[in-house]
C-alpha cells in the first residue's frame, strides 16, 4: 500500500490567490482528516469525514477555507483566498474509524508570501 | 471538546537513559490514547497506543501507562538512542483525535 497520498508537497502563492491541496486516503479506511500544523499552535484538526460525510468542521478557521470528498478515495481543502497566515504544513490523515489509530500523509507545506 | 496537556515541552536525556513524557486530558470520555512519533520535516508515525479499558501497554522499549481516575497517561521510553531523538505527540480521543502540543527530545551520544 503506498500509504496516504497528499499533494502538492511544497506550494508557494502569493496572498490572494487559491490554494488546493489533495489527499488519497488509504484504500479501506472510512475516516479521513485534514490537520494543519503550525510551531504556534501545534497539530489542529480542521475537518474529518466518515464516509466521505463531513462530520466535524468546527476546526476550519473561517470561511475562506473548504473542503470536500466526493469519493472514497479523494478528498480536496481549498483556501479562497489565501493569507500569509495560512502559512504552515497541511496534513492528510486516514483511518479505519475515527477512533483507531491515523496514518498521516507527507504533508503539504504550503507558504503564502 | 476533549483538551491535551502534555508535558514538558522540551526533555533532554543522555544516551541509555530512561525518558518519560506525561500528558493529561479533560474529557473523561475519551477512550483511545495514541502516541505519534515526528522526525524533522517528516510525517507523524504511531508508535503506540492504549484503549480505556488497559491500564498499560509494552512494545520493545516503549511502553504506555494510563490513569483513568486521574485523567493522565504517559509514555515511558527505556534504553534510550540517539536515533529515539524527535518530537513526540500524545493524544486523545472520543470519535476525533486532540493532540498535545509536543515534546522536543534530545537523546544525547
Known amino acids: 500500500d503506498a500509504g496516504v497520498i497528499q499533494s502538492p508537497r511544497h506550494e508557494v502563492t502569493e496572498m490572494g490567490q487559491e490554494v488546493t491541496l489533495r489527499c488519497k486516503p488509504i484504500?479501506?479506511?472510512?475516516?479521513l482528516f485534514w490537520y494543519r500544523q503550525t510551531m504556534m499552535r501545534g497539530l489542529e484538526l480542521l475537518i474529518y469525514?466518515?464516509?466521505?460525510?463531513?462530520?466535524?468542521d468546527s476546526g476550519m478557521p473561517e470561511d475562506r477555507f473548504s473542503a470536500k470528498m466526493p469519493n472514497a478515495s479523494f478528498s480536496t481543502l481549498k483556501i479562497q483566498p489565501s493569507e500569509p497566515r495560512d502559512s504552515a504544513v497541511y496534513f492528510c490523515?486516514?483511518?479505519?474509524?475515527?477512533?483507531?489509530?491515523?496514518?498521516f500523509g507527507s504533508g503539504t507545506r504550503l507558504t503564502v508570501v | 471538546g476533549e483538551n491535551v496537556e502534555q508535558h514538558p515541552s522540551t526533555l533532554s536525556v543522555q544516551e541509555g537513559d530512561s525518558a518519560v513524557i506525561k500528558c493529561t486530558y479533560s474529557?473523561?470520555?475519551?477512550?483511545?490514547f495514541p502516541w505519534y512519533k515526528q522526525e524533522l520535516g517528516k510525517r507523524p508515525q504511531l508508535i503506540i497506543d492504549?484503549?480505556?479499558?488497559?491500564g498499560e501497554k509494552k512494545d520493545q522499549r516503549i511502553a504506555v501507562t494510563l490513569n483513568k481516575t486521574a485523567k493522565h497517561f504517559s509514555l515511558h521510553i527505556t534504553e534510550t538512542q540517539p536515533e529515539d531523538s524527535a518530537v513526540y505527540f500524545c493524544?486523545?480521543?472520543?470519535?476525533?483525535?486532540?493532540f498535545g502540543q509536543g515534546t522536543i527530545l534530545t537523546v544525547h551520544p
Open positions: 493524544a486523545g480521543s472520543y470519535g476525533k483525535l486532540t
Open positions: 474529557d473523561s470520555a475519551s477512550n483511545y
Open positions: 492504549i484503549r480505556s479499558n488497559v
Open positions: 490523515a486516514s483511518s479505519t474509524s475515527s477512533n483507531y489509530g491515523y496514518t
Open positions: 484504500s479501506g479506511h472510512n475516516s
Open positions: 469525514f466518515n464516509n466521505n460525510v463531513p462530520i466535524d
